[in-house]
């Protein structure tokens, strides 16, 4: 009999300008055992119909139209007390970030152990029994030492283990989870859903996995429904969707995946997506603003030299020397950054990527070592005001294109902000000028400028963080994590955006990821970093091909295999 | 955690030694103490000799020290004005002070607290509304505009209380207490309302914003989804974590409590050491107010150590060394 069918539903968010649609006329069914892919960027609706088959949509969402039915009962029409009886007890549910989906004021043991005799009704005793059998289903070892501790003794992988097993406390017949791994390291990534299909298998559980990723998809789901918008625009199996799209959105969004098998030249112009904006073509670089006092002397050969970098970062401090603990973020790194290359570094959460980028430009201190910028030594100079060239030279993207804009500032104050800093403009009118002209060159147009930063999408602000770094007129440029924030389609988007400016304005960058497709498609070089050390350099396509180094190798066996249907077609 | 306490013990001596300073240089340098101490007719010589015997003469360290060491011991010399030791006066007076501060933080945390955690569960309610709506009078109107108020409403209008003083007192041992005669316990409860009302809104509104915070987290909705019902939500997992950051301020204010009690006790005429520090800066009485600054500061000192302590108890993440964590 069909565990789950949804049948019709309608989904709807009132609001003061009319109703928004989260969700039209969704249909779908999920049989026992099940794997049921819902993909789709943000804002399909993806994880509204989660919230819908639970009972518990943000108010004042609600549900206008259709049934939800489970084993050929209805359950959207229950009562608050009997849906509470279906949480838990008949379907489960997996959030995506596991470091905030756990009571940081409770041991495992408490959590578990409430959560089972809620659900079932068992003694406490018994219950023990049944939380620590979880814990060992679910692979954290030494469960009965381990159920006695806090969740942030657990790293993210365990973590999300322990909320698999929270999520099975009370038995139920239907999982769903919400990009349970997204917020996970690849090769965590790979237990954790090698766990969930195994769980599915064993136990004969229906899940719904709601996730934007392809890859994850491609080896997890039996079925997939993909939704644009509100609406699923195409069903089938999950080889069918993979190598078959039918639906056009499904094969943008298949072409925008960054392919790990091969390098393009650029990505395919996806029309289906709104979002895409239309870009000046090519800078005449002898009369753009961006070409002015860029001639930085006989380009040097190699523009970024670093030297034995060494950071260590004190984690427990205390008055006998012998008690402090460190931690040793970067050690004894040495790279070179040729002018008007792109340097990948790659590692997983912690390898000390991003620490490096900091020590570049300035913002940590190396606890030793050498920083040498076109020829000069960076970590001799001791004050703003001797730095303040060199700083202007080098200009960082960040992750997050939500925290990185000051929230209360226009977009034309944002980029003119590093204008003023640096006296780049005489006067007011001349910044305004380069400030629309900087908003053209990254497809955003001039009307922007007077709009704040939540106006826009994540897409379009990492477009105004691309325009606030380009506005000092940088030589170099660190991306530290500039896509991974985004949807596919956007990403695509945005990675053609930074190929085209490097190409056009000859810069050279530091291209921080973790994801090796994306590295594949940006970089000439990469440098592999796990630990704070950096394991291996090379050409990138020597690196994707024939890697030197174990860990290299380990990484590229946990890559998605997902290659995209594309690949027989160019 | 040995290490944690021993490091803010060593904090606190400094922060004290910091305060005596103050005080001392207080005592030693605002007007002449013999001047203070002696009449009017006292000769030269009787000045020199008093001087050179409580060992004005001796070098800034010296004094500082004796005056430490002194104010360890909880001797800080006789009033000018009461010509008694001041230890005395502040043992006689602080019973007052601690009874109403005491009386008046339970009554803020014990309806604040409750307040916070309805206004934030049921926030659309009415009586949230009017709670809120409460909450910015007790929050926008001066303790002495309230105080003077209510005495005129229960004391001059209705007459059903005593609008000044302690009623009448029970002597237990040294401490004298008013809780334990009817007059006592009636002329307590205007002063302790006047004191609390102002701490109870600021606590409300703090829980209320830290719960509503904490109701929006990923770990109360995965709770919710996995059937847990909303008792055990509430107040199982959310109070909890709402009152780590709620402590801290809790803690503060309990020493705003006894340090502003200064402001009631004059409204209600409050034989306290508020009045009597009131009393004192009028009469340039030093010893009182070296006194009262040091033990203020020795109060703020103390409750910030319990804070701290009360932390590594809520908070487990505190409790184990940020290196031993991850895997």
């Known amino acids: 009999m069909t565990l789950l069918t949804i049948d019709g539903m309608r989904v709807e968010f009132p609001s003061r300008r009319g109703h928004v649609t989260a969700v039209e006329d969704l249909t779908i069914t999920v049989e026992p055992g099940e794997i049921l892919g819902i993909v789709g960027e943000s804002g399909a609706g993806k994880s509204t119909i989660g919230n819908a088959v639970i009972g518990l949509l943000e108010p004042p969402g609600e549900m206008t139209a259709g049934h939800i039915a489970l084993h050929g009962e209805r359950i959207d029409t229950l009562t608050d007390a009997q849906k ?66 806090y969740p942030h003794q657990f790293s993210g992988g365990m973590r999300q283990r322990v909320v698999i097993a929270l999520a099975l406390c009370g038995e139920p017949d239907l999982i769903i989870a919400d990009e349970p791994t997204t917020a996970l390291d690849v090769s965590v990534q790979a237990q954790i ?64 995946v960054p392919p790990p098998d091969r390098r393009l030249d650029r990505f395919p112009l996806v029309t289906y997506i709104e979002d895409a904006q239309e870009r000046p073509e090519g800078l005449d670089l002898a009369t753009h603003w961006l070409g002015q006092s860029r001639d930085y002397g006989a380009a040097s050969e190699e523009l970024l030299r670093i030297d034995n970098l060494h950071m260590r970062f004190v984690t427990r401090h205390s008055i006998f020397p012998s008690r402090r603990l460190f931690l040793d973020a970067v050690k004894d790194v040495s790279l070179s950054i040729k002018s008007g290359e792109v340097f990948g570094l790659v590692g997983e959460s912690g390898s000390g990527k991003s620490t490096i980028a900091r020590i570049v430009t300035g ?48 977009v034309k104050d944002i980029i003119a902000e590093p204008i003023h800093f640096h006296n780049l403009a005489d006067n007011a009118a001349e910044a305004q000028k380069i400030v ?83 590295i594949r498609q940006m970089c000439d070089r990469v440098g592999v970093m796990r630990n704070g050390q950096l394991l291996e350099v090379s050409e990138t396509e020597t690196l994707f091909n024939d890697p030197r180094h174990d860990y290299t190798r380990h990484l590229l066996d946990l890559m998605p295999v997902f290659s995209g249907f594309g690949s027989d077609k160019n | 955690m040995i290490g944690f306490i021993f490091k803010r013990l060593l904090q606190s001596v400094i922060v004290m030694l910091t305060v005596a300073l103050i005080a001392f240089a207080l005592f030693r340098y605002v007007g002449d103490p013999i001047n203070n101490m002696v009449g009017q007719d006292t000769t030269q010589e009787e000045r020199a000799a008093l001087k050179e015997r409580l060992g004005l003469n001796d070098s800034f360290p010296v004094q500082f020290g004796r005056f430490v060491k002194n104010a360890a011991q909880g001797e800080f010399g006789i009033s000018y004005q009461h010509r008694r030791p001041v230890s005395d006066l502040i043992a006689e007076r602080a019973p007052a002070t601690l009874e109403l501060s005491l009386l008046s933080a339970i009554l803020a945390i014990a309806v604040g607290i409750p307040m916070g955690v309805y206004t ?95 109701l929006r987290t990923d770990f109360v909705k995965f709770g919710r989804a996995r059937g847990l019902p909303d008792r055990y939500i509430h107040f199982k997992t959310a109070l909890k974590n709402t009152m780590v950051p709620v402590i801290t301020i809790i803690g503060l204010q309990l020493g705003a409590i006894i340090a502003f009690a200064i402001i009631t006790e004059t409204v209600f005429q409050w034989p306290g050491m508020g009045l009597m520090f009131i009393q004192a800066v009028r009469e340039v009485d030093i010893p009182i107010m070296a006194a009262y600054l040091v033990m203020i500061a020795l109060i703020f000192v103390v409750i910030n150590l319990i804070v701290d302590i009360l932390y590594y108890v809520v908070d487990p993440r505190l409790r184990v060394d940020r290196a031993a964590t991850g895997h």
Request: proline share 4%.
């Open chain 1, 84 to 149: 509470r009886s279906v949480r838990g007890a008949r379907i489960g549910m997996i959030f995506q970030d596991p470091l905030t989906s756990l009571d940081p004021l409770q041991t495992i043991e408490t959590q578990l152990i409430d959560t089972i005799r809620e659900n079932l009704g068992v003694s406490e005793s018994d219950a023990s029994g049944r939380a620590v059998a979880l814990l060992d289903a679910v692979g954290i070892p030494d469960p009965a030492i381990r159920i006695k501790q």
């Open chain 1, 193 to 256: 859903l090698d766990l969930l299909k195994g769980l599915c298998r064993d136990r004969n559980v229906g899940m719904i996995l709601i996730t934007h990723d392809m890859g994850v998809i491609a080896e997890t789901a039996d079925r997939v429904a993909v939704m644009y918008r509100g609406r699923v625009v195409e069903t089938g199996t999950t080889g069918q969707i993979i190598n078959a799209p039918v639906h056009d959105y499904t094969r943008s969004l298949i072409s925008a």
């Open chain 1, 363 to 410: 913002i940590y201190t190396p606890t030793s070592g050498s920083i040498r910028f076109a020829g000069t030594e960076l970590t001799a100079l001791k004050t703003r005001k001797e730095a303040s060239p060199w700083r202007r030279q080098m200009q960082m993207i960040f992750q997050d294109p939500f925290s990185s804009l000051n929230s209360r500032m226009r």
């Open chain 1, 436 to 518: 629309t002209d900087l908003l053209d060159v990254v497809g955003l147009g001039a009307q922007a400028a007077g709009k704040f930063p939540h106006e826009f999408s994540g897409g379009q602000r990492q477009r105004i963080s691309i325009a606030r770094a380009l506005a000092t007129r940088p030589r170099f440029l660190i991306c530290d994590e500039p896509t991974s924030a985004l949807d596919v389609s956007i990403q695509a988007q945005v990675l053609n955006l930074l190929k085209d400016l490097q190409q056009e304005l000859n810069l050279t960058m530091l291209f921080i990821s973790h994801d090796l497709p994306v």
């Open chain 2, 120 to 214: 934030a569960i049921r926030r659309d309610g009415w009586l949230s509304r009017a709670f809120m709506s409460l909450s910015l009078i007790g929050i926008s109107l001066p303790t002495f505009l309230i105080g003077i108020l209510l005495i005129l409403l229960f004391g001059v209008i209705l007459r059903w209380l005593p609008t000044f003083g302690r009623g009448e007192v029970v002597q237990l041992g040294w401490w004298s207490t008013g809780l334990l005669t009817t007059s006592g316990i009636k002329a307590l409860i205007m002063p302790a309302i006047t004191l609390a009302l102002f701490q109870m809104t600021l606590i409300m509104r703090l829980v209320r914003a830290e719960m509503l915070e904490v």
